[in-house]
Each structure stands twice: as structure tokens, then as C-alpha cells.
């Protein structure tokens, strides 16, 4: 889909929210890293975002301004990217003592197209230790803060400047802003899912060219709604399910009788002994997605045999982590949509990621889109180690089997008492203690289960959900008479972060 809206990356955690705001707005919008745009044709609006470096460093990141000038569109430049373009229209930018951080009041000291509609006062969000100082004499404030220092300004007809961040939900008016300013790029509106799905199928369709297509799924929503693209486009496909082994009780069944409903056969590979083999007295959680990483690449390719041409449901965010690493916060666990046969199959061509210009919440509504059922798309997150990171310290067939029966006891009650939907994941960890108890005259020494259950909007943060004690008294009763092995149930309270998620 041609891109509407550029904006160009300078590295501020904030970046991918614009695009996904200017996409709200109904604008197809992407990031390009300074100095990447050649491809760049025609947009209607660029956004220069926010970034951690400081524009009087020497090597600190540039834009080419002549071609941004040339363009002949709106520009909006946001914290970096305001001291940035205010330096090039002949400005300079300084140090203002103390980092300005948190929410601010602006005072609007001059009516503008791009401040339309806001009262005179209003709270936006700061991070920033720089900002404009010396402005050039035709640039006019357009707001201030407290201090007196411009937060908005607008340079000429069609350069403006925010310090502060419009696509934060704490600027209170920060999507009237976005809004405005794309009002003035003079094109309408043009992305909307259907619209995009079209169009996604026929390019999808032409880099397919006749070929036949293999893809992996797991039953999750991103290969789910890769797999019913490839379909909606007629290719031949050939679909993957990995049976690992290391899957909640009866998953892989209702994962091969999910997409029979989607009139897409599957082709279910058991290989439970070969993960279980090479995880057999592993403890060390690296290890143990290394070890399980590498066996699905080994299992898959062995089975997917010749490959004309490989289908993955990468998304955008890890595009844009591979593209900008540093920029970014440094990847913590191990992936492997990059491993070494996939840059082979890339390089030669033979590598299609249809879903890498989407966002998690995009891809759902590409699949509604695409007619698959609600309860498919708004399944939780399931880790690719499956339960081998649940099962702290050593994988044995009986130790899966515990976490199993003690899960499937959780997520039942969870969708029973209607709280499945309100929660973002849940799981239950087996954990490698023993503790003492007693069972009718007996005494006992066990392992114990911890329950967690977290709300996120995109795993990089999570809080725990405070479940009503009667859940929890169900799920406990039942798993302590019904687990063998289990004599102690815990509910696990912490916050990500520091605690992850998963337990490993
Ligand atoms: P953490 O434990 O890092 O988990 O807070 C964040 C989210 O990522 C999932 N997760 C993984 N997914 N391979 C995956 O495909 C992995 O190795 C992996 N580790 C964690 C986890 O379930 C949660 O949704």
C-alpha cells in the first residue's frame, strides 16, 4: 500500500505509537530510518519523531533537508525533530537545565490550523532535556509552557514543531493535533482494513506467482491469519503444525479441527519424542529455547522437503527491531524468524512476509476481515517453547503432564467465570520445590503450581489481575484434589516489570 504518511525514526520509544495513531486516523503510515527514505514516493505528510540523541552533537542523526523541502508537503517535526528542523530554518537549540519529564500545561498563545479546536489550556506529555532557543525571524510560537518556552511552532506555511508527544494518551488533545495536521496534507483518509486486505491479497498474490507456498502454524493468531491470507489469494499452500509436545492438553487436536473449520487441511507433524529427546536433563531456560528453536527448524524443513517459497507472519514491530537495533531496546529472548536457512531462502528470493507493515492489533483485524471467528484471533499469547518454560528445571513427560492438568484446570475456570476474555494471558508454572502437606492421614511432600494472570497491551509491561477469590478457590480446590503430585497452589502477584511474564 503506498505510504501516506512518513515518519522518519530518530530512535524515541515513542515512534512506532505515531504510525500506529496516523493509521487510526484512517492515514497508511510507516517508519523509514534517516537516510532511508530513497524508496520514499510521494507522501502526503512526514512526522520527524522524537529520538534520544541531542541535535547539537556532532554525528547526531540529520535529515536531508532539501529533499524534505522539495517534497512540497506538511511537515511535522516532534521533540528531536522540532530542534532539528528549527536548526535548519537557522534556530538553535540548548540545554534546558532540568529534563523536562511528565505532564505539562500549554498555554495556546496564538489560533493555528494545527492547534484547532483546543482550549487555551491544555495538558501535554514532555520528555525532553533539550529545547528550541533562539527561533528565526519569521517562525511564530504558536504555544507555550509554563516556563515560557515554545512547545509549538510553526515555521512557514508548511513546517511545524511540537515539543511534546501528541501520540501519548496523557497529551489530552494529542490526537486533535495529529488530526489537524493531516488535514492540512490535503488527501483524504485512504487506509482502511478491507481496503487494505484487498490490495494486501493481490500483492501477495503477485510475489506468490504461481508457486507453492509453505508456512508453519501453530494455531496462534499471527500464522492463522497468514495461513487464510495465502488461501484468499489461490495459491497452492502447504501448511505446517509442528506437534512439539510441549502444547496445553488437547491444543494440537483443537489447532488441526480450528483450521479443518477454516477449510484449510493441515499437515500435523508429531515430533513430541525429538523435543523431548533434546530437552531431556536441560534446566537452563536459554538452553532450553535454543535447544527447542533449533529442533523446530530442524523437524520443519526436513518435513517441508523442497521449499519454492517460504511464508512467515512476521510483524512490523520486528521489522523495525531488526532494521534500527540500537535504537531499541536490546532484544531479551531468542527468536528465530532469522536463523541462517531463512536469510538463505530471503536472499534467494524465496522468503514472503505479507503481515510485516502490521501491528499485533492490525493483524486481528485483518482476520476479522478475513472471516476468521472471534475466538481464534482473541486467543491468549502462547509462547513458541510452549510449556517448557513453564515447567521450571527439568522437562520430563510426567512433569509436562502435571502443568498440563493444573492448566487446563485454570484457563477452564477462566472461560467459565468469563474472565478468559478479560485477561490478556494466563498460565499456570510448575515449580521445581517440594513442600510438605498432608492428604487424608497422609503426609505429603510436593511440587507446588503458580498461577498468573496479567493484563498488557503489548508485553513489554504487565500487571497482574486481581481474580476474585471465589476463581481462585475453585481453580485451587480442583487442581489440589485432582493434580496428583500437586499438594500447593500460589497466585503469583508481581508486576513485569521486574518479573517476566513467564517464569523463564
Ligand atoms: P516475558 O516472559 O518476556 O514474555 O515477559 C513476554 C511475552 O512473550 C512471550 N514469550 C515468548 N514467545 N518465544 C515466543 O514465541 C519465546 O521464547 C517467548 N518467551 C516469552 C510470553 O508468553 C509473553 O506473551
Known sequence: MRTQIAVIDYGS???????????????????????HWDDLDRPAA???????????????????????????????????????LNRKFGGTVAHCGDREYGPVTMDVQ???????????????????????????????????????????????????????????????????ILRNFLELCGEAPAFTMDRFKEQLIAETRGQIAGRKVVCAVSGGVDSTVLAML??????????????????RRDEGDEVVAQFGRL???IDRVNATDHFLGRLAGITDPEEKRRRIGDE?????????????????????????????SGSKASRIKTHHNRVDRILELQAEGRLLEPLAELFKDEVRELGAALNIPHDMLH?????????????IGEITPARLEVCRAADAIFIGELKRSGWYDK??????????????????????????????????????????????????????????????????????????????????
Not at 520509544?13 to 537516510?35: D, E, H, T, W
Not at 519523531?49 to 512540497?72: C, K, W, Y
Not at 495465502?230 to 502444547?247: Q, R, S
Open 423 to 504: 485477561v490478556w494471558q494466563a498460565g499456570t508454572a510448575l515449580l521445581p520445590v517440594r513442600t510438605v502437606g498432608v492428604k487424608g492421614d497422609e503426609r505429603t511432600y510436593e511440587e507446588a503450581v503458580s498461577l498468573r494472570a496479567v493484563t498488557s497491551v503489548d508485553a513489554m509491561t504487565a500487571d497482574w489481575v486481581p481474580l476474585p477469590a471465589e476463581v481462585l478457590a475453585r481453580v485451587s480446590k480442583d487442581i489440589l484434589n485432582r493434580v496428583p503430585g500437586i499438594n500447593r497452589v500460589l497466585y503469583d502477584v508481581s508486576t513485569k516489570p521486574p518479573a517476566g511474564i513467564e517464569w523463564e
Open 13 to 35: 520509544q515513542y515512534s512506532q505509537l505515531i504510525v500506529r495513531r496516523l493509521r487510526g486516523l484512517g492515514y497508511f503510515a510507516k517508519l523509514y530510518l534517516p537516510g
Open 46 to 84: 512526514v512526522v520527524l519523531s522524537g529520538g534520544p540523541a541531542r541535535v547539537n552533537d556532532p554525528g547526531a542523526p540529520d535529515v536531508d533537508f532539501d529533499r524534505l523541502q522539495s517534497i512540497g508537503c506538511p511537515v511535522l517535526g516532534v521533540c528531536y525533530g522540532m530542534q532539528l
Open 263 to 265: 477449510g484449510l487441511g
Open 110 to 176: 496564538r489560533p493555528d490550523a494545527l492547534l484547532k479546536n483546543l482550549p487555551a489550556q491544555s495538558t501535554i506529555w514532555m520528555s525532553h532535556s533539550d529545547s528550541v532557543a533562539e527561533l528565526p525571524a519569521a517562525c511564530q510560537v504558536l504555544a507555550v509552557n509554563p516556563r515560557g518556552t515554545p512547545v509549538a511552532v510553526r515555521w512557514n506555511e508548511r513546517f511545524f514543531g511540537i515539543q511534546f508527544h501528541p501520540e501519548v494518551s496523557h497529551t489530552e488533545y494529542g490526537t486533535e
Open 230 to 247: 495465502l488461501k484468499e489469494t489461490g495459491a497452492d499452500i502447504h501448511p505446517i503444525f509442528v506437534d512439539n509436545g510441549l502444547l
Open 379 to 391: 486467543r491468549h499469547p502462547f509462547p513458541g517453547p510452549g510449556l517448557a518454560v513453564r515447567v
Open 296 to 324: 523446530f527448524i530442524d523437524v520443519f524443513f526436513r518435513h517441508a522437503g523442497q521449499i519454492e517459497l517460504l511464508a512467515q507472519g512476521t510483524l512490523y514491530p520486528d521489522v523495525i527491531e531488526s532494521a534500527t
